[in-house]
């Protein structure tokens, strides 16, 4: 039992999340060293949203609404540590789950699957797999033809580089959420945001609400003055 009043409460429960979702099979044992990873990053921005990390969650949202076929993908960290929220936003921007694993196995995925079911999904894609993504010869290169494959944009939360550039050379709009800002995701993703996926879901399904009252030629606007390697810049020198 971790006391509420230690200092390090949140991110011990994050942590807790995470252990519990290993026991029962959704997280891979490389999940968690990926968390202690992103955990370090996380630490160096104060374990905050920055202003810059905001500003590509609005851009991120404002292009997966306007986008025509948004898919949103999903592995073992997100859905242990997001699992609601995560469904909040597919059903807000109108977004199916694609369950994606680097560590795949037909076991995890049906265990991923249902978890995301039992926190109200509808529409979780990903055991097909009835596609591959070019040029990739791991296991995250298994796609759905009417999810990831077909998709215009599709939102990365804890994506590995080389996929993330195989999305993008096949002309899709990538967003990342990752905290390490000189991964080969940040550098290349289309919009990176660099948070933890704990407040940057959140965060993306309050800015869906908001946003979606906005005029399309003011989503357009927010879009078209996005700059991403300016942002990242920002992240690294510390700029806010
Ligand atoms: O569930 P699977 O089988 O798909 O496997 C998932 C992992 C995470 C093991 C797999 O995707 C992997 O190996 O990822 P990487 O290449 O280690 O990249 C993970 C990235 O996510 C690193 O740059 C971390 O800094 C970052 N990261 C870790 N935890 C978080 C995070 N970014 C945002 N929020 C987090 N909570």
């Known amino acids: 039992m971790i006391p509420k009043d230690h200092p390090r409460y949140a991110s ?14 959704i997280v891979c044992t490389h999940g968690l060293i990926a968390h202690g990873r992103g955990e370090a990053f996380d630490y160096l921005i104060g374990e905050k949203t920055t202003e810059a990390a905001m500003h590509a969650t609005k851009v991120a949202v404002a292009t997966l609404l306007t986008a025509e076929r948004p898919v949103i993908s999903v592995n073992g960290n997100t859905a242990a540590l997001v699992p609601d929220e995560i469904v909040h936003l597919s059903e807000h921007i109108g977004a ?3 369950v994606n694993l680097f560590h795949r196995t037909e076991e995890r995925m049906d265990k991923i699957i249902a978890h995301l079911k039992a926190h109200s999904a509808t529409n979780v894609l990903g055991k097909k797999a009835d596609a591959r993504i070019p040029g990739i010869e791991h296991e995250r290169g298994k796609v ?4 990831i494959y ?11 580089g080389d996929r993330c550039e195989a999305l993008v ?6 967003i990342a959420i990752d905290l390490n800002p000189l991964s080969r995701t940040s550098r290349t993703a289309t919009i990176t945001i660099v948070d933890n996926v704990v407040r940057a879901i959140p965060n993306m399904v309050k800015l869906s609400e908001e946003l979606r009252g906005i005029k399309q030629t003011e989503i357009r606007k927010i879009i078209d003055a996005f700059d991403n390697e300016l942002n990242l810049q920002r992240m690294t020198e510390h700029d806010d």
Do not use: Q
């Not at 011990?12 to 099979?25: A, D």
């Not at 759905?144 to 999810?147: Q, T």
């Not at 077909?150 to 590995?160: F, I, K, N, S, Y």
């Open 12 to 25: 011990l429960m994050i942590r807790e999340r995470l252990v519990k979702g290993y026991e029962s099979g």
């Open 96 to 98: 199916p789950l694609e």
């Open 144 to 147: 759905d033809k009417d999810g």
């Open 150 to 160: 077909g998709a215009d944009a599709v939102l990365v939360p804890l994506e590995d």
């Open 169 to 174: 050379r096949m002309g899709k709009t990538v």
